[in-house]
């Protein structure tokens, strides 16, 4: 028989928040959007008795005020 090929799996979600509280400080307390965009790429190989999955994703979170609090967090995964 052939040999199956890998599925790829891809996916891209961006999302914006408001927080009238970034801190959470009582008080002098700060707002500011925040946009999350997060992509995820991933691979499924089916060998008919099972199969193995293998992928990655990423937060990539942006202040449009305070870009000190910029940051990334990043995924890798594997399993069969």
């Keep these: 028989p052939?040999?199956?090929?890998?599925t790829?799996?891809?996916a891209l979600t961006v999302t914006?928040?408001?927080s009238d509280n970034v801190f959470?400080?009582?008080t002098g307390t700060q707002d500011d959007f925040i946009t999350t965009i997060t992509p995820s790429l991933g691979f499924?190989?089916?060998f008919g008795r099972g199969s193995v999955e293998i992928g990655g994703t990423a937060d990539i979170v942006r202040?449009?005020?305070f870009s000190d609090e910029n940051h990334e967090?990043?995924?890798l995964a594997a399993g069969g």
């Design 2 to 6: 052939g040999t199956r090929p890998a």
């Design 8 to 10: 790829p799996i891809a």
């Design 16 to 18: 914006g928040t408001y």
């Design 24 to 26: 959470a400080d009582n």
């Design 44 to 46: 499924i190989r089916d």
């Design 63 to 65: 202040y449009a005020d």
């Design 73 to 75: 967090n990043y995924i």
